[in-house]
């Protein structure tokens, strides 16, 4: 029988031993891919505005000189407007990366605090990256045109100024006290919204105590010249800020410190210092001076003084001029707007009873006090308002000018010299001045004909000098007085003339002593020379008693 025929069966293996070789090349290409993609940093946004010296693959981004990252791609934005800027950033700076985080270019700079940034000049520029503090985590930056001026945890204190006037304030700028520089303006934008200036400033520590509730803020221009009613003035700052300003601040005087300001307070920034100094004074009332004299030379801000003290600020010049003014006023006035500032008298006054005020003002009104305007510079033709008592004024009716006190007025020193002068003209017109004329020509005749006399006369002496007897005269009084001097010389002490005359004189002195007997006897018996003389008894002593 034959043999039957099976099949065999034969189990295979399910893997075979070739592919282990591929399989462990697999496991450690992503082995490798993992720890790759594992040391490998976040990747942020850089947006700037000019991507000079920013190169892809070269570019480093450093903090404390230390590479944190690498530029990877440099392109620009969709609208052409920007250029936007792929870094790799090494792990290690992921919590760096925050809202608080800031980018900036270093690269050669020259500015008014000198020059930065030489040692880029061989090894090209980088990105400066300074770290945040904040939690909320942040991928898309703006790099910032400056440096920051300090980082965001600097000891120091941080205020915001808001500025109404024009300045040319920016980025940088110096913050100075009495001179000395103590921060900088961090930020700077225009709200055309707004249309005002909002300035960041930092002030570092321990110059951040000196910023208080008090403290006022205002411009420095370099050099500030003024000629005004108060006189002329120059202060001339620090010469950083004479090349590009800056900002100043203080506690105006006479003025409590205050508190220790509180970190993102806000204050107003001034044109200047006087204007800060004014700025202090929030509690004023205001008056109306409806003036009928002429306003040229008073400005908004000129002071308003009682007997040389400031007490108040000129507001308007002139103020609603088109509004009706009161019905007793027999003159068109110029409405001028002024403030009393009972400030002024007590710096730690902080709030005033207006009622209380005008009440006190009006008692004054009663006895006199008025405003005038007084000329305060001579040379620029700059007014102020004066004001003070004054005899024999109307007496004042209490009234309003668009609902505002007035303060009655009268007129200023050069309107009353002015008067004066009309009237001394209009009295001058009024005499009868044909007489004095009459007169005046009849003196004037007078004067022609003694004029003529006169003329007579020193035409005689020119004759008469014109005479050559009288040219002749001169040389004959010297001829004279040379023969006097002549005889003169013979009578010297020397002479013989001299010596023949001195004794000549002394035989007339004894002549003269050996007849005074004789005189003395015809003094006593004149009839002498003729009859003899009486015989002279003898004197006889006197007894003793």
């Not at 942020?44 to 010296?53: C, F, K, Q, R, Y």
């Not at 993102?264 to 509690?283: C, R, V």
């Not at 007014?383 to 007025?409: C, S």
């Not at 002068?421 to 020509?441: A, R």
């Amino acid at each position: 029988m034959p043999e039957s025929s099976h099949a065999e069966r034969k189990t295979q293996r399910s893997l075979s031993p070739i592919w282990i070789v591929p399989l462990v090349a697999v496991l450690i290409g992503a082995w490798m891919i993992y720890d790759n993609l594992s040391k490998l940093g976040p990747s942020i946004t850089l947006v700037m505005d000019n991507a000079e010296g920013i190169e892809a693959g070269k570019t480093l981004i450093k903090t404390r000189n230390v590479e944190v990252g690498r530029v990877e791609k440099v392109n620009l934005s969709d609208d052409l407007q920007h250029a936007v800027i792929t870094a790799r950033m090494s792990p290690q700076a992921e919590d760096m990366l925050n809202t608080e985080t800031r980018f900036w270019v270093v690269k050669p700079r020259i500015g008014r605090e000198g020059i930065s940034g030489l040692n880029t000049v061989l090894s090209g520029a980088y990105i400066q990256l300074l770290p945040g503090n904040s939690k909320e985590s942040l991928r898309r930056f703006k790099v910032l045109d400056q440096p920051p001026v300090a980082p965001p945890d600097a000891a120091g204190i941080r205020i915001n100024l808001v500025s109404q006037v024009g300045n040319a304030i920016s980025t940088g700028d110096p913050v100075t006290y009495q001179g000395y520089t103590v921060g900088r303006v961090e930020h700077s934008e225009f709200d055309a919204e707004k249309r005002e200036m909002q300035l960041r400033l930092y002030i570092q520590a321990p110059y951040d105590s000196l910023v208080t509730t008090t403290t006022r803020f205002w411009t420095s221009g370099g050099i500030d010249m003024r000629l005004d009613s108060q006189g002329f003035r120059v202060k001339v700052g620090s010469l950083e800020s004479l090349v590009g300003g800056g900002i100043t601040f203080g506690v105006p005087e006479n003025t409590p410190m205050g508190k220790k300001a509180r970190a993102n307070a806000s204050y107003t920034l001034f044109a200047d210092e006087e204007s800060a100094n004014e700025g202090s004074y929030d509690q004023y009332l205001e008056y109306v001076l409806l003036v009928d004299d002429t306003v040229r030379g008073l400005e908004p801000g000129a002071p308003v003084e009682y007997r040389g003290v400031r007490i108040g600020s000129v507001v308007s010049v002139p103020w609603q001029f088109t509004a009706p003014q009161p019905d007793s006023l027999s003159r068109f006035a110029i409405p001028v707007l002024i403030r009393i500032e009972p400030q002024r008298f007590d710096n730690e006054l902080q709030t005033i009873d207006e009622d209380q005020w005008y009440a006190r003002f009006e008692r004054m009104f009663s006895h006199g006090m008025r405003a005038s305007l007084k000329a305060g510079n001579l040379l620029t033709g700059a007014l102020f308002v004066d004001l003070n008592f004054h005899k024999e004024v109307p007496a004042f009716e209490k009234m309003t000018f668009v609902q505002r006190r007035v303060f009655p007025t009268t007129s200023g020193s050069f309107a009353q010299i002015e008067q004066k002068v009309s009237n001394l003209l209009d009295k001058f017109n009024n005499l009868n001045i044909e007489p004095v004329v009459d007169n005046l020509n009849k003196t004037l005749a007078s004067t022609e004909q003694t004029m003529e006399k006169i003329n007579r006369i020193a035409a005689s002496v020119d004759r008469l000098l014109a005479d050559p007897a009288t040219t002749e005269l001169p040389a004959n009084v010297n001829q004279t007085l040379r023969q006097l001097s002549h005889t003169l010389e013979g009578f010297a002490p020397d002479s013989q003339g001299y010596n023949e005359l001195t004794r000549t004189l002394s035989r007339l002195e004894k002549l003269m002593a050996d007849m005074q007997p004789v005189l003395r006897t015809l003094n006593d018996q004149p009839n002498a020379l003729i009859f003899d003389r009486k015989p002279t008894q003898d004197p006889q002593p006197k007894a003793a008693r």
